[in-house]
């Protein structure tokens, strides 16, 4: 027997025991490893194995394990022209709040602002919450992008005033944020009094009308910098410390465009804009946090503190997609350039419950900026609880220092606090029609294949085991999972607490196991009456039971498991507490588990298969499977995901059932295949999951147009097929698979341009193999029909004929032969 001590200073000043003070170096992947699937984030001083080598922001240089030095990796690889480090030094952390537009819209008032602000103070400022940022509305004396557009009327839903309304939230102890598109403006009153401010054709009308607003400050004139400035002071001496300017991107466009209109043109007028932002801070302070926004407008890198990168979100599953597809394409700069806004996170029904979690979860797992914007006072008691487990946002950043064109499905956030080392993975299933098995593999993750690895499902709140290799889950459609992983010792372990998804990062501040005694003391941060949980494992095989526990003066729970067990902790304050777990051998039950019966396996894919099996009356673990005499893990279901198969070898698969101990059945259940025995002779390419989409928020959709309605040309309805933007491409594997492809194109029915045309193109590895004419609405569907044989890769593109907006471009009926 061992005893396990840490540095003293670690247990009680952990983690700034192991911080660096930023900018530091951090470890970085360049690309994909074995598994396309996969995203990796740090949090805490993690050196993963799976790194490709280690970057330097100060310098914008990574150098890979191999030596190999890449000098301005920001700036040239990844083409972000401005790369500069975080400042990190007024905003540690990214922001957490909430926001009133994608509730009220325009249609916010002062009553509701304070609703919201008194009922955050109350149930979530506790778990973090600051900011109450005020959207589109409070501002000008009508609607939409007319009179709105005008910072120096204050509408009348806001009777009292926007600095009394500022000083209300931070009476609460919040932080109030504000809304503008300040670039813009619409009140012509306003244009009279700031002559040579705004844009303007020699004969006085305005050069620039846009979203922003009729008029356009002018970036190259004195005057215009000093409005700016003047416009935000205003803001700021109301109180407001959180400012979102939105619009950027098209401010930016207007530039470029307009030059001919400015006093005092340069060539480079992403320069004159950054200037703006300057003018915009000078107003502000440094204290205060300024968020670009709408898409993403990496001209405002190294002076903006954070922005958003991507559209709109809408209150449905949609909405969470575009929030994943903004992180696939943008996460690499959170943390390290400024703070990723992927758009606020929402919870509210009709959203089932699985969807407002597996938002939630994104939001927690990447920590990037964490704003939500639901009636907060109108939510169940459920989805209230999702919101308390993923506040505050912390200081987690990407291992994946690269843009993905793959909407990847098991994102690994890697821990290290307090001695603590474990993984939390949450894995998706982004199909709304389909549930899905998925498997992941310790090696992939960078943990030890040669021991059990606990895994504990965070938002069941239960403990699955300890297993070797891996590990096949299910996922209901449009769903999350998220388990810890740790790899397993011959010691207790505190595998999760319940406060937080990272399990332990905010809330544990010591923890220190004698192993000789078997106590397990430490100290947390506990909020109001918010029942807190630590869960203990022990090693497999090896029962034990808590004896006694203790955390001062308050409540305490015990819950003794077979392998596991927990401690709960309810105070009637916020607070930190120390408490302290004294453990006892235990007597363990264990039942001789029989073999499986009836095994299977049914196609997933081009190059997986699903097994199946019949399982036994007797309880049962769970079930271990091996393939061609190599286990590949374990899984609490009768499903198995295998994935990467070669289509012609002869496999061997093996499924035995195993008890908590690790104890396999004698006998074992059986199956001899191969993919080309079970896949079928004709598969919807709609089916298949795509390796690679074009970035964006609006990208392919599998079975409904890319807008998300049914797919319908020429006045027929299609249930099968691929609805694509101009402009995109989607692409699946075929690996030799099949002989012959088949669809019809055409522009949906959905549509209202009937002049615009888009060319269809199809390519097999990277060659031509067809293309169309440019079509138009009334051409209805064109059938195409190509030889597929031996081709691996399967690209499917779109491009519009001339300039324009985004034609709804299907490809229904798309399927693959033998």
């Known amino acids: 027997m061992k005893t396990i001590f840490f540095c003293f200073l670690c247990v009680f000043l952990a983690p700034q025991c192991f911080a660096q003070t930023w900018p530091h170096p951090i470890p970085a992947r360049v690309r994909d490893g074995a598994n396309k699937d996969l995203m990796v984030m740090t949090l805490g001083h993690v050196s993963p194995s799976i790194a490709d080598g280690t970057f330097d922001p100060v310098k914008d240089e990574l150098v890979l394990k191999d030596g190999t030095v890449l000098k301005n990796y920001f700036r040239d690889t990844l083409k972000i022209k401005y790369f500069a480090p975080i400042d990190k030094t007024r905003f540690p952390l990214p922001p957490s709040g909430w926001c009133s537009w994608y509730f009220f819209y325009q249609e916010i008032n002062e009553d509701e602002i304070k609703i919201t602000a008194k009922w955050i103070a109350a149930n979530l400022k506790d778990f973090g919450v600051k900011y109450v940022q005020i959207d589109d509305g409070w501002q000008g004396t009508g609607r939409g992008l007319g009179e709105n557009r005008d910072w120096s009327t204050i509408n009348n839903r806001f009777p009292g005033g926007m600095d009394r309304l500022a000083a209300y939230i931070k009476s609460l102890g919040l932080k109030p944020g504000i809304w503008l598109a300040p670039h813009g403006q619409s009140n012509e009153a306003v244009i009279k009094n700031h002559v040579g401010v705004f844009l303007m054709k020699p004969d006085g009308t305005t050069a620039s009308s846009t979203w922003e607003g009729k008029f356009l400050v002018d970036p190259s004139a004195p005057e215009s910098q000093q409005y700016l400035q003047d416009l935000f002071a205003k803001l700021s001496s109301w109180g407001y410390e959180y400012f979102k300017i939105d619009g950027q991107p098209i401010v930016v466009r207007e530039y470029r465009n307009k030059k001919s209109f400015m006093k005092n043109p340069r060539d480079d007028t992403d320069e004159l804009y950054r200037e703006t932002l300057k003018s915009i801070r000078r107003g502000i302070g440094p204290n205060s946090y300024l968020l670009g926004c709408w898409v993403v407008p990496l001209e405002g890198i190294g002076l903006m503190n954070g922005s958003r990168i991507g559209a709109d979100v809408l209150p449905n599953w949609d909405g969470f997609k575009f929030a994943m597809r903004a992180t696939m394409q943008y996460y690499f700069l959170h943390n390290v350039a400024w703070y990723a806004d992927p758009d606020v996170f929402i919870v509210r029904a009709p959203l089932p419950l699985e969807q407002a979690r597996a938002w939630a979860t994104l939001q927690g797992l990447t920590g990037q900026a964490a704003l939500m914007s639901d009636r907060l006072a109108d939510l169940s008691a459920e989805r209230v609880e999702l919101i308390k487990r993923v506040y505050p946002a912390v200081d987690i950043r990407p291992l994946d220092l690269f843009s993905s064109d793959r909407n990847k499905r098991i994102w690994d956030l890697k821990v290290n606090h307090l001695g603590r080392e474990y993984d939390v993975v949450g894995i998706f299933n982004f199909d709304e029609a389909r549930s899905v098995s998925n498997y992941i593999a310790w090696k992939d993750l960078g943990l030890p294949e040669d021991r059990p690895v606990h895994v504990f499902d965070f938002w069941n709140k239960e403990y699955l085991g300890a297993w070797e290799k891996g ?13 810890a992983l740790m ?4 010691q207790v372990q505190l595998i999760s607490t319940s406060r937080h998804i990272t399990q332990g990062w905010v809330d544990l501040i010591s923890q220190r196991y004698d192993s000789l005694r078997n106590i397990y003391t430490g100290r947390s941060r506990l909020i109001r009456n918010d029942p807190y949980n630590l869960r203990f494992v022990f090693p497999r095989g090896r029962q034990l039971a808590i004896k006694s526990a203790k955390a001062g003066n308050l409540p305490v729970r015990v819950v003794n498991h077979q392998g596991w067990a927990t401690v709960e902790i309810t105070s009637p304050i916020t607070t930190e507490s120390n408490w302290e777990v004294r453990f006892e051998p235990a007597p363990a039950y264990h039942f001789p588990v029989k073999e499986p019966g009836n095994v299977w396996a049914e196609r997933s894919g081009i190059d997986g298969a699903n097994l199946r099996w019949t399982t036994p009356h007797q309880p049962a673990a769970g079930y271990q499977v091996t393939l061609n005499g190599n286990v590949l893990g374990f899984t609490p279901t009768q499903v198995f995901a295998l994935r990467g198969l070669d289509p012609n070898t002869a496999y061997t698969a093996e499924v035995r059932s195993v008890w908590q101990d690790g104890t396999l059945s004698e006998k074992k259940a059986t199956l001899q295949f ?23 928020w609006r990208q392919p959709e599998l079975n409904r147009n890319f807008n998300s309605g049914g797919l319908s040309v020429g006045g027929r309805a299609f249930e099968k097929g691929i609805g694509m933007p101009t402009n995109s491409e989607i692409e699946f594997e075929l690996n030799g698979a099949y002989d012959n492809f088949a669809a019809l194109v055409g522009i949906d029915d959905e549509f209202n341009n009937n002049e615009a045309k888009a060319e269809f193109f199809v390519l097999g590895d990277g060659k031509e193999l067809w293309k169309s004419d440019g079509l138009s609405k009334s051409d209805g569907a064109t059938p195409v029909k190509l030889d597929v044989k031996n081709v691996r890769r399967l690209t499917l593109r779109v491009r519009r004929v ?6 709804h471009a299907d490809w229904v009926d798309a399927r693959l032969t033998k």
């Open 471 to 483: 590990m096949s889950v299910d996922l209901l459609p449009a769903s999350t999972r998220v388990f």
């Open 487 to 490: 790899p397993a010792t011959d």
């Open 674 to 696: 191969t993919l080309k025995k079970i896949h079928p002779p004709e598969m919807f390419l709609s089916d298949l999951d795509p390796v690679r989409l074009t970035a964006g």
């Open 802 to 807: 001339g300039e324009g907006g985004r034609i």
